[in-house]
């Protein structure tokens, strides 16, 4: 049997064609190549890059006609069968093409392995020092650089480094290897992303009965002969990680391999310290701000099977293992793990997916479970077990909610109550460290009544409306409703009608105008964008060189600081309001997490949270630290309006330069799709088309729709073909329009 024929996946610019091409495989390269091989082959008049997706013995076409695969260009498989048929699932489910998803799947970057020339002695030990002793005196030099090389023959030194080590120049090798004593020998340089780090080995805890038990329902789940996901709850500091990293010894003892992904941000040197000092060189690290070639080589110990271990970010999901025992997902509510950029998949999906084609466990550890993730507890679809207690059984920190309207009703007009104003101070004296929180999530601003805490929602969409400071108008970005800005409020009649959205600069001004003697610490995009910033601020806030951390979502996970003794909030209400379905949710998961940052240390924390809307049931279960009424509260309203995880969202975004162009398109495919809805009386909701929540950006004007039903094969049936039809009634010209499946920002 011989494969003549290989099918491949061309890298052409997005919108062209998605559909392999068969080329032929020239003799030479029959014995080596493989699926998963990168390519270069012609294509009309130019060279591209691609990658083999299947090889065929023979085709059905006309095999004259073919055309020959020029070179390989990788050394090495880059991709097994079981990784292609995740990534097909991929582009399938979220509607992409598949060499989105494959370039996401494989490393970035350059994708070679670096080699160093190390200097070898050339004869055994014994012939070299016969040699030696016939050196000529002068050549003492050569003579050191020699001895040198003999006590340290381990340490695989380049020639410039081996003559730095006695103080000369490469000449002096090169003389030696003119003479035959030594030889250069390529050898592969490992780019270690963590070599600056010291890691001190760490043994097992011996495990509280939760611990035990929730480790055993992992095993458990290992030994059943198919895949199964748990959901793994635990308020912070109850001992998750320890947890997993008994369950990833027990992985490793029966020779599987085991992904760890972690939000990008608690990617921290603290973090994946825990894991390397447990398990050393066996766990890989792989995320985003790795260098490109640290990113392979990191690649390329897992594929070699040096790494049984990858402890990344959500692309971690793709690590390149052959027998996959375990994926744990840490935090696993978090919204990063859904990827902004094609494709747009959710990690958490991609990997129950993969752990059903490789029969592996997931296991999803969090404080406070995503909705679609207790519902799947609900149906019955996951198992869970708690960890309802922290590990030392200290409290969870008193939760204070201080309702700012009653703060201007008593004439008090600073971002900061009295209540919290008496807090900061009495930690300033104390010489106690405080975290002040900013909840400020996207570009957007809502209007607010300061009065009465009346906030402007849409009559249809239960959302509030969001101000466009450019039209004075405030719109909604479900169904288009729009109105004019109040100048009173419609509720009470006041004027203290205001935009909200306070961002951390006005705040630290503020906390510099009232506490003079405060040393704060800014921590927001703005600050944090040079390589490495994120990580020196926590650092020197650790080191008490600041009182204050004041941040934004940034600030609220994963970092320990024994020494918080109060977490402020300045206003809770800037999530609620965001205009999205998903608003009391995150509230709730955002407020929690944010307590969770104090009472580590000895000293029994406090939160203040400052909210005009204090009896909202996020905010008064998030005091409570109540996950399970607010989850019953929160999946009721979800079923009232229909949204997931009792339906799917597909929200489509068009976008080009110009305005007119977008609405036309935007409009048309609005049409088509209704009119399919109609004609096949689909059960299927279509909201739009309207002009997007970022109505412009980097130059690009946005309009959206959303697909709402129930039936997701359906309604990708549907986009597909209105898509298609789309193209044959338009010229789309350099439109680009974006498709959404399971959108998790509106
Ligand atoms: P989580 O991941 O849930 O936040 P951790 O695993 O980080 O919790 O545990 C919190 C702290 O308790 C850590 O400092 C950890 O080393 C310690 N710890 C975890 N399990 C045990 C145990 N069984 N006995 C003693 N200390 C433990
Ligand atoms: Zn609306
Ligand atoms: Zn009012």
Redesign the pocket.
């Known amino acids: 049997m011989e494969f003549r024929y290989a099918e491949v996946i061309v890298d052409l610019p997005i919108n062209e064609v998605d559909k392999p091409f068969t080329y032929l495989i020239p003799d030479q390269l029959r014995e080596e190549i493989e699926i998963g091989y990168q390519v270069k082959v012609p294509f009309g008049h130019r060279q591209l890059s691609g990658y083999v997706i299947e090889l065929k013995e023979e085709v059905e076409s006309d095999s004259t006609k073919l055309k020959e695969i020029i070179k390989l260009k990788s050394s090495l498989q880059l991709f097994d069968r079981e990784l292609l048929r995740l990534a097909k699932w991929i582009a399938d489910y979220y509607q992409t093409y598949l060499i989105t998803v494959l370039k996401s799947v494989i490393p970035s970057g350059d994708i070679t392995q670096k080699t160093e020339r190390i200097v070898r002695l050339n004869y055994s030990v014994p012939e070299i020092k016969q040699e030696l002793a016939k050196l000529s005196k002068r050549a003492y030099k050569q003579r050191e650089v020699l001895e040198y090389l003999i006590e340290n023959q381990d340490q695989d030194l380049t020639s410039t480094a081996l003559a730095e080590k006695v103080n000369t120049t490469s000449g002096t090798v090169r003389r030696l290897y003119e003479k035959d004593l030594i030889r250069y020998e390529e050898m592969e340089v490992r780019r270690d992303p963590v070599a600056d780090i010291d890691f001190e080995p760490t043994t097992p ?4 009965t939760e ?1 035990q038990k929730a480790l055993n329902q992992i095993e458990n789940l290992r030994e059943a002969p198919e895949s199964g996901t748990l959901l793994l709850k ?12 008994q369950a990833i010894a027990q992985v490793i003892d029966d020779g599987q391999d085991a992904i760890v992904l972690v939000p990008e941000i608690s990617l921290t040197p603290q973090t994946v310290k ?1 894991f390397k000092s447990r398990f050393g060189d066996q766990i890989a690290i792989y995320h985003s701000h790795l260098s490109n070639g640290e990113r392979y080589d990191e690649w390329l110990r897992m594929k070699r099977g040096e790494a049984k271990v990858v402890v990344g970010a959500r692309s971690a999901i793709f690590a390149p293992f052959s027998n996959l025992g375990l994926i744990i997902i ?1 935090e696993e509510h978090e919204t990063s793990y859904k990827q902004g950029d094609h494709p747009k998949y959710q990690a958490r999906k991609v990997a129950n997916k993969r752990a059903e084609l490789t029969g592996a466990v997931t296991v999803l ?1 969090t ?1 406070t479970p995503a909705l679609e993730s207790y519902y799947q507890v609900q149906q019955g679809n996951y198992q869970s077990v708690s ?1 309802e207690n ?3 059984n200290r409290p969870l920190p008193p939760v204070e909610v201080i309702d700012m309207r009653e703060e201007l009703e008593a004439g008090h007009r600073s971002i900061f109550s009295r209540r919290l104003t008496a807090a900061i101070e009495d930690r300033l004296a104390k010489n106690e460290q405080i975290i002040l929180f900013l909840n400020r999530r996207g570009f957007s601003t809502f209007v607010l009544c300061r009065e009465c805490g009346f906030v402007l929602e849409c009559p249809n969409c239960d959302v509030s409306l969001t101000y466009h400071a450019d039209k004075t108008l405030l719109r909604c970005h479900y169904c288009d409703y729009q109105r004019k800005v109040p100048d009173i409020c419609p509720e009470c009649e006041s004027r203290y009608i205001k935009y909200f959205g306070a961002g951390t600069q006005k705040v630290e001004q503020a906390i510099i105008e009232e506490f003079p003697t405060a040393r704060v610490l800014r921590m927001d995009v703005d600050t944090t964008t040079r390589k490495g910033a994120h990580q020196r601020m926590l650092d020197r806030f650790r080191n008490n060189e600041a009182d204050i951390l004041l941040g934004t979502q940034m600030i609220a996970k994963g970092h ?1 600081f024994p020494n918080i003794t109060l977490v402020g909030v300045i206003t809770a209400d800037t999530a609620l309001n965001f205009p999205d379905f998903r608003a009391a949710e995150h509230t709730f998961q955002l407020l929690t997490q944010v307590a969770g940052r104090t009472g580590r240390g000895d000293i029994v924390g406090e939160v203040v949270v400052q909210t005009y809307d204090p009896d909202h049931y996020s905010i008064q279960l998030a005091k409570e630290h109540d996950y399970e009424t607010f989850y019953q509260q929160e999946i009721e309203a979800r079923k009232e309006l229909d949204y997931p995880p009792f339906t799917h969202l597909i929200n489509l975004i068009i976008k080009h330069e110009k305005e007119v162009k977008v609405s036309k398109v935007a409009n048309q495919l609005g049409g088509i799709l209704n009119q399919q809805i109609r004609d096949r009386e689909l059960n299927v909701e279509l909201l739009g088309p309207i002009p997007a929540p970022l109505a412009k950006l980097r130059g690009k004007y946005r309009w959206q729709m959303i697909l709402k039903g129930r039936d997701l094969d359906m309604m990708r049936k549907l986009n597909s073909y209105s898509l298609e039809a789309l193209k044959k009634t338009v010229n789309l010209e350099s439109t680009v329009i974006s498709v959404d499946v399971d959108p998790i920002k509106m």
Do not use: C, M, N, P
């Open positions: 805890f011996s495990l509280t611990q635990g308020v912070t500091g109850s001992g998750k990680t320890e947890v997993y990293l825990r840490d550890g404080a960890l922290r590990i030392d320990d």
